[in-house]
Structure formats: C-alpha cells, structure tokens
C-alpha cells in the first residue's frame, strides 16, 4: 500500500513547480516577472542618478557646472526614486494580493483533483494520512517558493547584474570582494536545507495529532460532550503535550540555524568593510571620481542589505519550504487509481468471488476468501456483530475497495478493470457515518443527483419517501446555526441521508446502518418502505437490529470477515447459529416496543 518516495534534488523541484506555478496563473505570473525586472532596473538607475548629482555638485564646486545642471540632476534622482517607490508598491500588491491567493486556490483544486483519483483504501493508511497533511502545507509553500525564485531572478539577478557590471568598470575587484561574500553565505544556507527538510518529516505526525486534539476542545461537534464528561483537561493536556513537543524540534531547528546565520553576518561585515576600504583607496588615487565614490558608497550599504535579505530571509524561507514542497509532489507522484470505461448492466447483478481485503497496517483480514451473488431485484441484509466486516464488505461491494484477492463485478464491470467513474454510475447508498452538510435543505438532499434534475419537487419527494417530516421547514432553509441557520435532530438529519440516497437515480443501493438514531419500530417502517423502493433493484441492508433483517429475500451472517450462514429469516431460525443466538438476544427489543404500540 505504502510507495516509495523519491527525493528531488533542488533544481528537480525547480523544474517541477514553476510549470505548476505557471498554469495556475499563467498571465500573472508572466506580470510579476515583468515587474520584476523593471524593479530591479530601478535600483541601478538610483545608483547611475546619485552618481551622476554628485558630479554635478562637484563640478559646480569648481564652476564647471551651474545652479540649471545639479537642479536637472537632482529631479532625475527624485523622479527615478519616486519611480522605484511606485514599482515596488505595485510588485508587492500583485504579488502578495493577486498571484499568491490565486495560485493556492488553484493548487487547492489540483490536489483535490488528486485525491479523487487516489484509491480510497489509501485513507486507512495512517502513513498516507501523515503524508496528506505535508502536501496540504504544501499549497501555501509552493506559490511562497515560486514567488522568491522570480524574486531571486528577475528582481534580484537583474539587479546584481546591472549592478555587477557598473563596478566591474570602475574596479574590478569590487565584485570579487562582493562575490568572496556572499558565497559563504550560500554554502552556510545548504546546510539548512537538511535541517528544514528533517524538521518536517517529524513535525506532520505531530502536527496531525495535535490538530485533532485542538478539534475535540474547540470544534461545535465535540464542544458539548467534552465540557458535560469533564474531558476538556484531558484533551488540553495532549493538546499542550504536543505542542510543547513540536515546539521543541522548532526550536532545535531555529537555534541551528541561528548559529549559520551569524556565521553570515560575520562574512557580510568583513565582505563590507573589505569593499568600503577599496573604494576609498580607489578615490584617492583618483582612479574614480567623487561622485563615483558616492554613488558606490551608498550603494554598498543597500548591496549588502539585499544580500543578508536575499540569503538570510528569501533563501533561508525556500529551505524551510522546500521539504513542504517536495511533500506535495510526492502526493501528485502517487499512483492513481484508473481502469476502463464501462457501463453497469445491473441485470447481471452483483457478485464476489472468493475476495479477501486487509487495511493497511494490520494483519487480520477485515473479509477473507468470501463469495456471494446478487441478483437483479433482490434485497439481501448483512448482520453481523462489530467488527464482524460488514462496511469493508460494503465497500467492497460498491467498488470503492478492490479486492487484495478474488474478483468483485458490478453490472458485470470488474472493480479491479474499470475505472471508478463508471462503477460508481447507477450506484446509492446511505452510511451510517452521513455527513450534515452546511447547506439548504434542498441542496442537502439533491446534491446526490445530477445539478441539472436538482429542483424542489424531485428533493420533496425523496424527503416524503424517507419519512421525513418538514412541519414549517422550508427547502431554501439553512441547516446550521453556524451560518445563520437552523439546527435539526439526530433522527431528522438521518431521514435526510436517506432521502438523498433516494434521490440518486440507481440501480444497485446500499443501506448501511443509517438508522441508528431512530428506535426499532420506525425503523422497521423505514426498511419496509425501502424494500418497495428497491424493487426490481440490486439491494444490500446492513444493519445490527435483526427486525429489520427479516424483510430481506436473503440473509448473510458474517463473522470475523467470513459468511457463517445464509437464509431467509425463518430458516436462519430453524436452525441453531449465529444468527439464532443474535435473534434471543435483540427479540426483547421488538417485544417491548410491540407492547408500547398495543397500548
């Protein structure tokens, strides 16, 4: 289940991401680096314009130039400054405010894209889930890492280049002392790679667990029963437990790194001083002038100051991103489930042959070599205790697990050939684990159906044929305080999951154990209603209330992954099993509420 994760080299993500980064936002992109350039330009031209008003004024001391002359000078400085302040208004606002929210977005939607092809199996797998959780701080990586390249290239490249060529022509070993510089720094950021890249592979198991400890204290869906039980002091000591622990890799990552930046500051004050004494000795052999000497001086400050920005904040940023980075890539690397398109023909049923699945992790099959045929019109309940593999046998049966071994067809498609997409077309079901979606009534119900057939009168009328009573609730109604609507009960909200079931056009529905909210009486009504629903369909009821299991054509007991009987509800009965012994132990159930209707 797991697969091999292969480690990219830094160019290798280079050459990944930006052709991601560029269709995602491909004019915007094009625009920030087109910006760039001018921006970097600008910082040059400040240097040419200082020089050249320092000049002017030296000039001028000597009556080589007029009062005209350094006003002229002066207003092309002010206006290549107020030039430079627009531009980088301008980058910054496109860069952080436009290209940034667009790109996440747009990588939101790619790894969405992903994990619909990705084997839903995977979902089990905890080491999948910790890998899940570093591509999503991917999303917001990846547009940071692509903007500080551009920034690093056609911002800053521009920059040094055209600055680099400006002191190469007054003292060549100028730029040698910038270059003797800067390259320490460089090697010195290396070394934080690793550290950064390590840092996250421990920190996302942590991270997982602590996120969901920070949900069982704040969240609206465990709030009530933390504060009633007293488990809010619980949850918060694993909460703070966690915390203090990634807390302290952070730490032990940034002291780290703290030293390899004073080891830079180090080079940049001598790489500095180195610079600022060659200028001054190049002026007073007259081999530049005054205002060179300005111009350059000024700038040196300006040069390192980029240069401790650029290795110390924008490089130091891309090593801590790109473990997040490759994260996500390896996510996009992953195998992805595909197969054949085909079209269920339900007439040819359902069937298992000889099927066996384990979850990721562990080494008890949850279903072990079972087979099981299901007819065209026919309804069959799978009963069983906890843990007795009725879901996986579920999803083993609609597709969305194949098989580890044997064969599951669908219509007479093979779930391990043909392609999700198709399987799932003519498929319903209501889970026992239904979602309450923030969404009007309406939506709740027909977003199981095609957008196009979604309308009032098809979503009332799955809402009747589930049992579900609307009294003064509208369809265009809210269903969550949280965004200004209302609240429904347990039993309402699952009358809901099976009216959206309902909805679905199918021909193939599985009903596996919705009703757990509803007493034993109504939910007897339901599945008798259901049965006439699922007339001249493929039909599976998995349920643990066996008063609901005898109004199926056939039943299958399960049994640690393994069918123990099969039959109708009377001949279940007529023999000592499994089921027998499950029937005295639930008969109570049914006698009782039998007796409250009587009354």
């Not at 797998?125 to 940071?144: H, M, Q, S």
């Not at 969240?219 to 918060?236: H, P, V």
């Not at 203090?244 to 830079?264: N, Q, V």
């Amino acid at each position: 289940m797991n697969e091999e994760k292969k480690n990219y080299t830094f160019f290798e993500v280079i050459a990944r991401i930006i052709p991601i980064q560029f269709q995602s936002a491909p004019f915007n992109c094009i625009l920030e680096n087109l910006l760039a350039v001018i921006h970097g330009l600008s910082f040059s031209l400040t240097v040419v314009a200082t020089q050249h008003l320092f000049d002017t004024i030296a000039k001028a001391a000597v009556n080589e130039a007029g009062f005209q002359d350094c006003l002229v000078s002066l207003l092309l400085l002010s206006g290549v400054t107020f030039g430079q302040q627009i531009l980088n208004g301008v980058h910054n606002f496109h860069g952080t405010g436009i290209l940034f929210p667009k790109s996440m977005g747009k990588l939101t939607v790619l790894l969405h894209r992903k994990l619909k092809s990705i084997d839903p199996a995977q979902f089990e797998n905890t080491d999948f889930l910790d890998d899940l959780n570093k591509a999503r701080e991917g999303i917001r990586a990846i547009p940071l890492f692509c903007m500080i390249l551009y920034l690093c290239i056609s911002f800053y490249g521009v920059y040094f280049l055209s600055i680099g060529v400006y002191l190469f022509t007054l003292k060549p070993m100028l730029l040698i002392t910038l270059l003797l510089a800067f390259i320490p720094a460089i090697l010195a950021q290396t070394i934080q790679v690793r550290v950064f890249t390590r840092l996250e592979e421990q920190s996302a198991p942590l991270r997982r667990e602590n996120e969901y400890y920070q949900k069982t204290i704040c969240d609206r869906e465990y709030f009530k029963e933390t504060r009633i039980l007293g488990a809010f002091s619980f949850f918060n000591q694993l909460f703070t437990g966690t915390m203090e622990l990634l807390t302290c890799k952070i730490w032990k990552a940034e002291m780290k790194t703290a030293l390899l930046k004073l080891m830079l500051n180090i080079t940049t004050f001598a790489g500095m001083g180195a610079s600022a004494y060659l200028l001054f000795t190049a002026t007073m052999n007259g081999e530049i002038t005054i205002g060179m000497f300005a111009a350059v001086f000024a700038a040196l400050g300006q040069i390192f100051a980029i240069m401790d920005e650029i290795v110390g904040k924008h490089v130091s940023s891309m090593n801590k991103d790109i473990g997040k980075v490759n994260n996500f890539l390896h996510l996009l690397d992953m195998h992805e489930r595909t197969g054949l398109d085909g079209i269920p023909d339900f007439t040819k049923g359902v069937a298992a042959h000889g099927i066996s699945y384990t979850y990721p992790g562990r080494e008890k099959p949850a279903v072990k070599n079972l087979s099981l045929n299901l007819a065209e019109g026919e309804t069959i309940a799978i009963v069983g205790e906890n843990g007795a593999g009725k879901s996986t046998l579920v999803r083993l049966l609609t597709g969305i697990y194949r098989p580890l071994k044997g064969r599951v067809t669908i219509g007479g498609l093979d779930t391990g050939e043909i392609a999700p997409s198709s399987l799932y077309k003519g498929i319903s079901g209501v889970f026992q684990k239904f979602q309450r979606y923030k969404m009007t009534l309406e939506e709740n119900v027909a977003i199981s159906g095609s957008p196009t057939k979604a309308g009032s009168h098809q979503a009332e009328s799955a809402l009747r044929e589930a049992g579900f009573e609307k009294g003064k609730i509208r369809m265009d109604d809210m269903l969550s305080p949280e965004f200004g609507g209302i609240d429904l009960s347990g039993g309402q909200w699952q009358r809901i999951a099976i009216a959206r079931g309902l909805y679905r056009v199918n021909g193939f529905i599985v009903l596996d154990e919705p009703t757990s909210a509803i007493d034993p009486i109504e939910e007897t009504r339901i599945y008798k209603q259901f049965q006439r629903l699922a007339e001249g369909k493929c039909a599976v009821v998995v349920t643990h209330r066996l008063g609901s299991a005898k109004l199926a054509d056939r039943i299958v007991v399960l049994d640690s992954g393994e069918i123990v009987d099969m039959g109708t509800h009377d001949e279940l009965l007529s023999r000592p099993g499994k089921y027998a012994d499950m029937w005295v132990a639930q008969a109570q159930w049914y006698e009782r509420e039998e007796e409250k209707l009587v009354r």
